[in-house]
C-alpha cells in the first residue's frame, strides 16, 4: 500500500515538473530571444533641407566573415539640430523585410539607446511606446563646432522600461549595435 501511494505522489510530481517545464513564461530568466536578422541600418537626418544618410550594410548578418559596409552622404552642419528616422532592414529576403514594423508594432518590448562623442553632442527621443516611454525610431541629434566625432545606437529587446536611459540599467537582448564616425563642418 505505501509502494502504491508512494507512485501515485511520485506520478503527480512529475506531472506537475513537466507542465512547468512547458510553461510558456516568456520573462523566465535565461529565455533565448528569437531576433530578426537587420541586415541594414539606415539614419536619415534632416534640417530643412538639407538631409544627410547614415547607412551600415552587413549582408552577411553579424555572426558572418565580412564587416559592415558603412556609407555616410556627407558631413553635418555645425551647430545644428537634426531630425532623425531609423529604418531597419532584412536585405537577406526578397523582397527585403522591414524590420521597421515590427518594433513599431512591438515599441513597448524594444528601445534604442544613443551614444555621442566629440563634435555630435547630444540626442533625444522624439517618439514613445503606449506607456509613454522612449523608443528611438524617431529623435533629435545634435552638432557642436567643427571637428569629427560619433553617433552610435543600441537596439534593445525586451529592455526594463522605463530605466534611466543606460544599457546598464536597461537590460535586455541587444539586437543592433553601431558607431558611425561623422564629420561635423
Known sequence: MKTSIFRKGLTIAAVALLFQA???????????????????ITVTLTNGGNTITLVSRDLDGPEGPNDP????SGPLATNTTYNGAITLLNEAENPAENITEEIEEEDEAHQFFFSTSGSV??????????NGNPVGLSFTLETGAAGNGTFGLVLRHEPKKPNDGT?????????????FNVAVQ
Open 22 to 40: 512547458c510553461s510558456s513564461d516568456d520573462n523566465a530568466p535565461g529565455d533565448v530571444h528569437d531576433e530578426e536578422l537587420i541586415t541594414t
Open 69 to 72: 559596409e558603412i556609407d555616410i
Open 121 to 130: 553632442t547630444g540626442t533625444g527621443y522624439s517618439d514613445q511606446d503606449g
Open 167 to 179: 544599457l546598464a540599467d536597461a537590460g535586455g537582448a541587444t539586437d543592433i549595435d553601431q558607431t
